[in-house]
C-alpha cells in the first residue's frame, strides 16, 4: 500500500451556478476539491468558476492545447481564478507543455501554484480512433508516451483512466500526481463511464485524487454519497 492518500474530488458537471453551488456546499465536507471544466465556464464565464468554487480547492478542467504561446497567455489569465489544478493537453508536445509550466510559474506565487497535469489520451479514444489520427500502437503504449513526456517537460501530472494507472505507476514511479475520473462506487450506475474502479480499487491502484461526477451529483442525498466515497478512501 503507498504511503500517500487519496482525496475526493467533486465534478459539478452544470451549467447552473446556484445548483453548481449546492453541491459544491453539501459535499465540501467530504471533498478535498471540486471540478468545473468547458461547459460551466463557456456557461457562465471565469468570473462565475471563481464564485462557485468558493473556499473549496479548485480543479479547473480546461484542457488547453494550442500553440505554446497561446497557451502560456491563456494561463496567464487565469491569475484571478486561483485554480489548485489546471489541465493541458499533452499531445500538445514539448514545447508547448513546457511553455505552459513557465507560464504557471510567472503567473501564480510559490504558495499558490496550480499543478499542471496532462491529459494524455481521452478515454474516448479507443486503438482503432488512435490509428484514424496516425497513431500506431496500443492506448497504453501512447498513455505512457506521452505521460513521460508531460513529466519531462515540466508536468506536475497526469489525468489519467484508473486502468491505466497502474502501466503509468510502474513507467513513471511515485513522481507524477495522479488524478482519475471514471470512477464508480460498488452499485453505482456506471452511465456513460466503461472502464471504471471504485474509489477503494482505484487508491489501491495508486491514485493521488479521484474524480467524481454523477454518483454524487445524480443522488438523492449528495452529501451522503460524498461522505460513503470519503470513508471508503480513508478506510
Ligand atoms: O459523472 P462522472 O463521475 O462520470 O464524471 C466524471 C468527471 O470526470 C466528468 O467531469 C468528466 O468530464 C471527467 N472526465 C472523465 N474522463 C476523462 C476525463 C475527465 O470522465 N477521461
Known sequence: MRGRSTRLIVALDTKD?????????ATAAHAGAVKLGLEFTYASGLEAVRAVAGDSPLFLDL?????????????GSLAGVRPAMLTIHASGGRAMIAAARAAVDATFPA??????????VLTSMDEAGLHEIG????????????????MEAGADGLVCSPHEITPLRQALGEDPVLVVPGIRPAG???GDQKRIMTPAQA?????DWIVVGRPITRAADPAAAAAAIAAELAA
Do not use: E
Not at 484542457?63 to 494561463?75: E, F, G, R, W
Not at 504558495?111 to 494524455?120: D, F, H, K, S
Not at 487508491?203 to 491514485?207: F, I, L
Open 17 to 25: 451556478t446556484a445548483q453548481a453551488v449546492n453541491w459544491r456546499q
Open 63 to 75: 484542457k488547453l492545447h494550442d500553440i505554446p504561446n497561446t497557451v502560456a497567455s491563456a494561463i
Open 111 to 120: 504558495q499558490a501554484r496550480p499543478l499542471l497535469l496532462g491529459v494524455t
Open 135 to 150: 497513431v500506431p500502437g496500443s492506448v497504453k503504449a501512447q498513455v505512457i508516451r506521452l505521460g513521460r513526456l508531460a
Open 188 to 190: 453505482s450506475a456506471a
Open 203 to 207: 487508491r489501491a491502484a495508486g491514485a
